[in-house]
């Protein structure tokens, strides 16, 4: 029988929400069922009926509001207030990173920069989509989710490599099941010293638990993930040489700097090791070539397919062609130097042409081209904002510039006027709006890069079409971040979360596994691992000391599970849709990434009993 705590008397704490646990006739179970019915309502929307995110987040947001005010008995003015916090937060700073940094992209796409980078990754890696999967969708996807975090990955590198011939549903998934294990050191190890924020315990001890467990994960994730896209043996006997490789060079160092330095830094520094550690490789191996995976720089297939692109694309110098839809007609681009893929010569020539050519060439050309050598002003431009943004994130965090300016915001009718019952404390609702945070540098970083951008001939009007774009692309995605963000900070202010939290860790031993779980279900929620931590860091450390568990590891699994969810957040699906032309496919997306999801958590859970009963001794004292 589980040990439900009671609040202290609403008398002695007057104008105060004093959160209840078993609302619902006194059962713990059946408050947790009843809880876990917004949460239900909003995956069955997104997997089951396919409605678009924006949509379902809203519909679970309205179940939650009802059921908080109705069933928890929270004040409708602190419920309210609750979803207010919540949707601020979404804005600033989480969708302020977004925007900048899609803004930054799309300056890449319309100013012709973005054709330098795909003639670079075409050029000086084999033209084969196994190989741009593990480059693109792991290593520079960790390098971003090690700097910016907050979904942009999944928005940016799925729409390169949608841009180089992949499948847009195929682009984004990969894209999400990459976005793991690199998402507990995200954003410069924010989620880690929140964590120990939160739970007191030392952050370098929960950097090292967790470099104990997620660079396992790291180093078989390439392998799994061209299993399941090229199959046994065209993804796994034919490609394991370079996914070792790539996944080896970045397990080894996101171990080696997370025991040994902290959070800061494993995922830039191990994402920056696997990418050239990858880039090097295929420079002297290439898997057997399959036509079936050869790239090809194919415009009908990028991000300019969305409607809002036409406009934009019309102003361009160099006008994209567009393939007429028959198989048989080939792409006829000749778009001139200035802006930007004046380098790619594509020749006309039939379907057949094309099939005998590539038999002929076991290294597999790029079909009906030819890629000639970027120059060295083009292979910097290329590269340019990404390593901008590396550079300008990691001066900017360091040098704290984020603490200029810091407001503290505590928020009216919330802060300090909730109680916690569970924790016996009252609740902070404290905003900190910060001028200058991640979001601001990635839009600093920018600044250099405008003036490459006019170097190299494009006209100022660049600018306005790409921020045009960026609003188009993003404003549901934002919506759908508001949504998601206002029903995570309800669940937590009315009490629902943590009595759904208390649910799962009265189950004694077994509770390890559970463990990761909890840390799936609030990242699910809220798509960020930092939030997670907040919401449940504190309360697996209660439950391990209650248990007789190690508080390290049940912390450090907490966050370790929370990452597995980031692939199925709405926030995460919807922000990734936005660029390739799949807005309102979220659950399409869902559908493809959920089995990956559970398999994942359920494995975290694994090791950490593993760990907490056979091999103690990996835990930190």
């Given at each position: 029988?589980v040990n439900?705590p ?10 105060i ?7 619902i006739?006194?059962?713990?179970v059946?408050s947790?069922?009843v809880?876990?019915?917004?949460l ?14 924006h ?5 679970g947001?309205?179940v939650?509001?009802?059921i908080?005010i109705?069933a928890?008995h ?7 207030e ?9 804005n600033?700073?989480i969708?302020w ?7 930054i992209?799309n300056?890449t ?8 980078f795909r003639?670079w990754?075409?050029?000086?890696t084999?033209?084969?989509?196994r190989?741009i ?6 290593s520079?996807g960790?390098?971003l989710e090690?700097?910016?975090g ?9 729409s390169?490599m949608v ?6 549903i195929?682009?984004l ?9 690199p998402?507990a050191?995200?954003a410069l ?9 939160i739970t007191g315990?030392?952050a ?5 638990m967790m470099?104990?467990q ?12 061209l299993?399941f ?5 065209k993804g796994?006997?034919?490609?394991w ?6 996944g080896?060079s ?7 700097f997370?025991n040994?330095v902290g959070p800061e830094?494993?995922?830039l ?11 090097i490789?295929?420079q002297?191996w290439?898997?057997?070539y399959?036509p079936e995976?050869?790239a ?11 409607e809002?692109n036409e406009e ?7 006008k994209?062609g567009?393939v007429a ?5 080939v ?12 380098e790619i010569?594509?020749e006309?020539s039939n379907?057949?042409e ?6 002929n ?5 790029v ?8 120059t060295l ?5 290329a ?6 943004i590396?550079v300008?994130?990691i001066?900017?965090s ?7 300016g ?20 009252k ?5 900190t709006f910060?001028?200058l945070?991640?979001?601001?540098a ?8 405008a003036?490459?951008?006019?170097w ?10 790409s ?5 188009n692309q993003l404003?549901?995605?934002i919506l759908?971040?508001s949504?998601i963000m206002?029903f995570?900070y309800?669940?937590?202010y009315?009490?629902i979360a943590?009595?759904i939290g208390?649910t799962l860790?009265?189950?004694g031993r077994a509770?390890p596994?559970?463990s990761?779980w909890?840390?799936?279900?609030a ?6 691992d930092t939030s ?7 309360l697996q450390?209660?439950?391990?000391n209650?248990?007789g ?8 699994t ?5 990452v597995?969810?980031k ?10 849709v936005?660029t390739i ?9 869902l559908?493809r990434t959920i ?7 359920c494995f ?8 907490q009963y ?8």
């Open positions: 029988m439900v009671l609040g202290p008397p609403q008398e002695t704490l007057p104008g929400f004093i959160q209840q646990l078993a609302p006739r006194g059962s713990l059946g947790f069922f809880g876990l019915l917004p239900l309502l909003v995956l069955v929307l997104l997997g089951v009926f396919k409605v678009p995110a949509y379902a987040s809203f519909s947001l309205i939650c509001i009802f908080a109705f928890w929270m004040p409708a003015q602190q419920a309210f609750s979803v207010g916090n919540g949707i601020v937060f979404a600033w700073p969708m990173i977004v925007v900048n940094a899609m803004f992209y300056t796409v319309i100013s012709g920069i973005f054709d330098y003639t990754m075409l050029y000086y084999p033209p084969d989509k190989i999967l593990l480059i693109i969708g792991y520079f960790a390098l090690g700097v910016a907050f979904g942009t990955p999944g928005a940016i590198c799925s390169l841009s180089l011939g992949f499948d847009p195929d682009a998934t990969y894209t999400l099941i990459f976005d793991t294990t998402v050191f995200g190890g924010i989620p880690v010293t929140t964590l120990a924020s315990l030392p370098m001890k929960l950097s090292a470099g104990r997620l660079p396992l994960l790291s180093l078989f994730l390439p392998t799994y993930a299993i896209y090229a199959g046994f043996r796994f006997l034919e490609c040489p370079v996914a070792l490789i790539s080896a970045f397990a080894i160092i996101q171990a080696i997370a040994l830094l494993p995922d520094i191990a994402g920056l090791a696997s990418l050239f550690a990858t880039v490789f295929v002297f290439k898997p057997k399959r995976f050869a090809s720089i194919d415009q009908s297939n990028t991000s300019a397919k969305d809002e934009t694309s019309s102003t361009n110098a160099s994209n567009e839809g028959s198989s048989e007609k792409l006829d681009e000749t778009n001139n130097s200035q802006h930007g893929s004046g010569k594509q006309i379907t057949e094309v099939t005998q050519e590539n038999n060439n076991e290294d597999g050309p079909i009906g081209m030819e890629v000639v050598k970027p002003k083009q292979s910097i431009l590269w340019s904002p990404w390593l901008l590396v300008v994130v001066i900017w360091f040098v704290k510039v984020p603490a200029y810091r407001q503290l915001v505590h928020w009216p009718n919330l802060h300090q006027r909730v109680y916690i019952t569970l924790y016996q404390k609740y902070d609702a404290i905003w910060e001028p945070a991640t979001g601001t990635i839009l600093i970083s920018g600044i250099p890069f003036g490459l951008v006019l190299n001939g494009a006209p100022p009007s660049v600018f306005w079409l921020l045009k774009k960026t609003v404003y549901l995605p759908t971040v949504f206002a995570s309800l669940y937590n009315s009490g943590y009595t208390l860790s009265s189950v509770f596994f559970l990761a909890l840390g799936w279900f990242c699910f929620l809220s798509g960020s997670a931590n907040s919401l449940f860091g504190n450390v209660v439950a391990a209650q248990i568990l190690s508080a390290i590891l049940m912390a450090s907490n966050s370790s599970g929370a597995t969810s692939m199925i957040s709405p926030q995460n699906l919807t922000t990734g936005s032309g799949l807005r309102g496919k979220e659950g399409v997306v559908r089995l990956h999801s559970i398999f994942m958590v975290i859970g694994a090791l950490a009993c593993f760990e056979v091999i103690p001794g990996i835990i930190p004292p």
